[in-house]
Structures are given as C-alpha cells and as structure tokens.
C-alpha cells in the first residue's frame, strides 16, 4: 500500500514538473519567425554562409501561399526578381523541363522549398508560435515559443518572415493596420478609394426587399457610409483563398455542399447576374490554368472570392481567433463554389461549367485537399527608418540603398461594401501600373535604430498601403528575404547593430555570391547596358512594350537597312556557358530573328523561329535558348541580333550567359 502511494505521489510529481518546467532552451547565430517563402529562402541564405539557423514556422507546411494555391505568379517584370528567388524559379523549371517556370503546381512548389531546407540542413520547428519576446538594452535577447517543444530561442539576429508580424509587433518596433490617409506621404491612392474595377454597375439593390430599407441590409453589405475619398482608416484589405481545382475525372473530388452553407449569403451574386447578363463562369472566377489540369483561380469582379470586410480583425487577433478567421473565409468560398453549380437561380451554362471543376485528389492531402493558406494580403506594416510611397513606385523618388526592386501595380483589392446613393457599391479596389522596376530600399527592411537593433522584417515592411500593394509579391518577399538574411550575416560578422551595417558591402555580396552557394554568377547584359552593347543602325528604345528591365530596342524596318546590336558579356571565368536571348511577343513580331553568336574564334548562326515562342504566366516574354559555348575569360566572346531577313518588328532586349555545372 505504502509502494502504491509512493508511486502515485510521483507520478504527480512528475506530472507537475513536466507541467510547470522551464521552456527547452535553444542558441543560434539567425532565428527566423515564419515558414512563408521569405522564410525560407531566408533560412537557406543564412545557413548557406555558415551561421547557425532556426527556422520556427507556425504552420505545418513551408512555402505560404507560393506553396498554398499561388500559381499563377505575380511578377510584374522578371527583371526585379533575382538571386534565390530567381533560382526558385528556375527549379521550378526544371521540374517542368524548361530554364524557368512561373506557373506551377502547389505540391510541386511546395517539393523545391524542401530541396532548399534539405540542402542546407536548415533546422525546422512546425507547428510552432510566439508566445513571449524578451528584450535587453533595446535588442532581442530570445524569444519564446509554445507547440509541441515549448522553447526559448536565443539569437543574435531575428528575421520575421511572417505574413502577420507578430515578432516585429511583439518586439515593441512600431507599425501600422489599415490605410493611411493620403496626405500623410502626398499620395493620391491611398486611404479610401471608390473607383470603377471589380464594381457592381449602378442600380443594384442592397436591401433584402428590394426598396425597403427596413428589411435590412442583404448579407456581406456593410452600414457604415463611405468616407471621403483618400481619408485614412484601419481597414485592411480582402483576403481570400488562390483555388487549385482540376477538371480531370481521375483526379477530380465533386465539391459538395460545405458546412454551415447558406444560401442566402450569394444573393447578391444572383441581383449581379441579372443586372449585368453575365452567363460565363469567367465574369465570376479568374481562372488561371496551371500544369496538371489545374487551377490557379483568384477573385474576379464585383462578388466573387474576396470576402470582404470580414478580415479586420486578423492582423492583431490571437491564433484561435485567426483560425476561427481562416474557417470563415474556407466555408464561403466553398459554398461560393457549391453555389455556382448548384443553385438553380444561376444561369445553366455557368452551372454546367462549374460541376466540371473540383478539388484535385494528389494536392493538400492532408487538408482535404483544400488550401491550409488564406492569402494574407496585408496585415501588419512596420513603420520603420524608411517608408517606402506612391513616389518611390512611379519613380519620382528613388533610393540609394536598394537591395531588392519591385515592379508590379500598385495593388489593392476591395476593402469594405457599402450603400451609396441606394445602390450597392465596392471600396478600395486599385489598380495603378505604367512604371518599370524600383528599387526597395533596405532601411525598409529594419525598425528605427531606438526600437530595435537585432529584427530585420522583409515581409512586413515599411511601406505605405499603396506601395505595400506594389511590393508584397511572393517573388519580391523571397529577394527581400535573402537580402535581410545576408545583412543579418553581414551584422554578426561586423558586430554592429542591423543600422549600422555596412549596406555596399551587402550589395556587392548579392551580386558576387546571388546563389549563396559560391557558384558563378550568370552574365546580364541588358540593352540598356551601354558599356556592354554596341548599335549599328537606327533602333527604337520602347519602354511600354513588355521589354526585359526598363526598355527594348525595336526595328520596324522590316530589315529595309542592315541594322544589328552586338551584346558583349564581360566574362570573368573561363568555362562553357548556356546563352539565351529574351523575347517578348510584341505585336507584328517578325516570323524569325536571326543572331550570332563568337565564342573568341568562330561564330555561330541561330535562327529563332518565333511561332515556337510560348508565353505563359504574367510575363511578357520568354528565354530561347541559343545553345551551349565555350568561352575564355576576357571580352571577346559577343551575341549579335540582327534585322536579316526580317518581315516584322525585330526586338533586342537582353540577353543571358548561365555558367554549366
């Protein structure tokens, strides 16, 4: 009896201790908060130089949305996306037999960001959140985490790679919700916004009996009143859900009536379709047709998959309320799906259309094949010792200190749905291009020196709504991403705090090692390289016509007089090298373009055929390959692209030297 009591004494002891001991502690040299793409190319650039990395991620999949549904990649121009981010791209590629692929399937995304983890031996932690950040003289001493190994992380530089900022908010370095007003940094798309894209035409009725306001509003339509146009507020921007589905019976799971579906919910829809005679699934859904029969589908007009006005509160809530968030935002878009096909209100052919669609069997399998990935649009900001604007995106302000550019619109989707003038409105969709590539400027990256001197955030960054709408492209994160892991390596090395690092010194790092493996860097020689081009003739410079960077150089002669642009890459290792030249489909392009190629003793004559030039994705043109070539160190090796034979426009933008392993 005494043996009996004495065990069970221990057993509560034990059970005591276990409950109450002190969290396992952990050091190394770069922890990163967050498993997003950011994440993990972050991880793989710090590892990869030989520091001591964890990577803690909240969620049980790595890749965020680039992995969870984001296919159908967000570029603006590939020339703003280089280093690793880059190379994810290109392995994607290869995945699908090409130099590079900017559409693809989520499993297979997800398959390269763990090629990146298994190559640099990255430590991961899944599952796993911040509970607790503990600072010492302005700088983070560690941070604690709870999941299944509850632990404090000592580090002596943090990277907060998450969609949310949770590290950046915690750590106590100061940030923004929602949309500043426009005068705040002299914008004119900020704040406010009722503009014409992704709008109900005029005559909409919001009310559940039509003309009776005293019946209440219908579903999803907000009774607040627009504020005036550009004022401030702490609206956030839409999310929703980049839905794989495939069209193939062997692959295909029917989408079936969700969970707490209700009908009422797609009322507004049904008014929708009525009012504007829509009877395409297309005028409905994007649909965005990835490798494997599958999608890519985003939000696409006046109500479709943005649920808007019911994210609000995500950016600061705590994980049980964003969970109860996410399952919000998955049941009405499933019933959205559900709806269109079923619903006898809708129109036949968009029924017919939708019931061929449904969710792939060999995608999110331990999901229910449905994405684990809401689209964080944008949460949290920092505002830190830089504020990227409307300006730096147009060009009117640029930044000396870049480590990264960005190149898509200026971004936003609809924030709220009101009543205006008795009729159903969106608010806050913008869309606003016409601008090449800009840099982004690393004070960005880091909070002011007085909050914080060991964080760097290249996801949450400092930028104002509008411009965060430019610049939060996946590509975009992972440049940033590799950027602050190399200025956290670069802080550690120097011992001085991130403000304080020498920031050329990292530039010129992401130039000389952009793989962080040691490789050769590939050879750019753009068209607006004067040092490393030659003209003969008269060429036109276009900057509106989809060009490689900044500009191309076009001929309409139809070769009426010999004209040609040599391209004269320096190279600075012997070796054999790949070469292509970059096409875009311009309009009349000439049916072939020829272009030599001297290697230092022969020349070679290639002629493209254009009609096998296939674009895909959100680009404007694609690498053709010219062949492998051996070239010796030095300036004489160059690539000629000439008007010879040509029967339409002849462009010259860029052309590329990739060393072969």
Not at 170 to 180: L, T
Not at 232 to 237: A, F, I, L, M
Not at 402 to 430: C, F, L, P, W
């Amino acid at each position: 009896m005494l043996l009996k009591k004495s065990m069970l004494l221990a057993g509560y002891l034990l059970a005591f201790t276990t409950l109450f001991a002190a969290p396992v502690q952990k050091e190394v040299d770069v922890c990163i908060y967050g498993g997003t793409s950011a994440g993990v190319i972050a991880a793989y650039t710090a590892k990869k130089l030989n520091k001591s990395v964890l990577l803690i991620s909240p969620d049980r999949h790595l890749g965020g949305l680039t992995a969870g549904g984001l296919g159908f990649t967000d570029i603006g121009n590939k020339f703003a996306i280089t280093g690793l981010s880059r190379d994810f791209y290109r392995r994607i590629g290869k995945h699908y037999g090409k130099l590079e692929q900017w559409i693809f399937e989520p499993h297979v995304a997800e398959g390269i960001f763990q090629q990146y983890i298994s190559e640099a031996a990255v430590e991961v932690l899944y599952e796993h959140y911040l509970l607790k950040v503990i600072k010492e003289q302005g700088s983070i001493k560690s941070i604690e985490i709870g999941g299944a190994t509850p632990m404090e992380v000592k580090a002596k530089m943090f990277i907060d790679c998450s969609y949310e900022g949770d590290l950046m908010a915690m750590a106590g370095v100061n940030y923004i919700v929602g949309r500043e007003a426009n005068a705040l940094y002299a914008e004119t798309y900020n704040g406010v916004q009722l503009r014409e894209k992704h709008q109900f035409p005029d005559g909409i009725d919001p009310y559940k009996e039509p003309g009776n306001p005293q019946s209440g509003l219908l579903w999803g339509i907000s009774n607040e009143s627009a504020a005036s146009q550009g004022s401030g507020d702490k609206k956030v921007q839409t999310y929703n859900f980049r839905i794989c589905l495939t069209n193939q019976p062997a692959n295909r799971i029917p989408i079936t009536q969700p969970a707490h579906y209700e009908p009422a919910n797609y009322e507004l829809l049904i008014r929708h379709l009525e009012k504007s005679k829509i009877t395409s699934i297309h005028n409905i859904l994007k649909f965005d047709y990835m490798p494997g029969y599958k999608t890519d589908i985003n939000n696409n007009g006046a109500f479709s998959t943005d649920f808007i006005g019911m994210n609000y509160k995500y950016p600061e809530a705590g994980r049980e309320e964003r969970k109860e968030i996410v399952k919000a935002h998955e049941e009405y878009t499933k019933g959205l799906l559900y709806f269109i096909g079923h619903d006898p209100r809708v129109p036949e052919p968009i029924r017919s259309e939708m019931l061929n669609w449904g969710y792939p069997k060999d995608e999110y399998t331990d999901n229910n094949n449905w994405s684990s990935q809401l689209y964080i649009r944008e949460a949290r900001r920092m505002v830190g010792a830089y504020v990227m604007t409307q300006a730096n995106c147009e060009g009117r302000e640029t930044v000396s200190d870049g480590v990264g550019m960005a190149a898509y619109t200026m971004d936003s989707h609809n924030t709220q749905r009101i009543v205006v003038n008795g009729m159903v409105k969106n608010e806050g969709d913008v869309q606003i291009g016409g601008f090449g590539p800009y840099p982004v400027s690393y004070r960005s990256l880091i909070p002011k020196a007085a909050e914080c001197s060991n964080l760097l955030v290249p996801v949450c960054l400092s930028a104002s709504h509008i411009a965060y709408g430019s610049i939060r492209m996946e590509p975009v994160f992972m440049v940033l991403a590799q950027s602050a892991a190399m200025a956290a390596v670069e802080a550690i090395n120097s011992k001085q705090t991130v403000q304080n690092i020498n920031i050329k010194k990292v530039k010129q790092q992401l130039i000389n090692n952009p793989l962080a493996n040691g490789s050769i860097p590939e050879i750019l020689v753009d068209n607006d390289d004067s040092t490393h081009t030659v003209l003969v003739g008269d060429w036109n410079r276009e900057t509106k016509s989809g060009g490689y960077g900044h500009s191309l150089y076009a001929d309409y002669s139809n070769g009426a007089t010999d004209k040609s642009i040599e391209f004269k890459p320096d190279i600075k290792q012997s070796g054999k090298y790949h070469v292509y030249t970059y096409i875009p489909k311009v309009h009349q392009l000439t049916s072939s373009t020829i272009v030599k190629i001297f290697d230092g003793k022969k020349e070679n004559e290639v002629k493209i055929s254009t009609k096998d030039l296939k674009v895909e994705g959100q680009t404007s043109g694609e690498w053709v390959d010219l062949g492998s070539y051996t070239f010796k160190s030095g300036n004489s090796a160059k690539v000629a692209i000439s008007n010879k034979q040509a029967d339409g426009t002849v462009v010259a933008d860029a052309v590329l030297f990739i060393a072969e392993k």
